[in-house]
């Protein structure tokens, strides 16, 4: 998951695709508020960049949302304040 200011940014001008390796084909999939790029490189694998507004894991979370993050998120960068570390926290049972 990659979450931006300017999905539109990603998701229209590939050439930062090349830093995988050389794309082969590209998909673009919409899933609502984000939007998903599956890549097949020409090594052979097959890559799925899902790229959404911030806001997509903004609280209170919506169904569609927790569902990702519960289903297992690590979280490589974030440099917005923390945004994705509180969604993933919210998925979380409170512990007493």
Do not use: C
């Amino acid at each position: 998951m990659i979450l931006t200011d300017e999905p539109s940014i990603l998701l229209e001008h590939h050439n930062w695709l090349n830093k995988f390796g050389k794309p082969n084909k590209i998909e673009l999939e919409h899933w609502g508020v984000v939007d998903s790029l599956r890549v097949q490189y020409s090594w052979g694998g097959e890559v799925e960049f899902t790229i959404g507004p911030l806001e997509w894991a903004n609280l209170p979370l919506d169904w569609g949302t927790e569902s990702v993050l519960d289903g297992g998120a690590k979280i490589i960068l974030d440099d917005k304040l923390e945004t994705l570390k509180r969604a993933i926290e919210a998925t979380k049972p409170a512990s007493n």
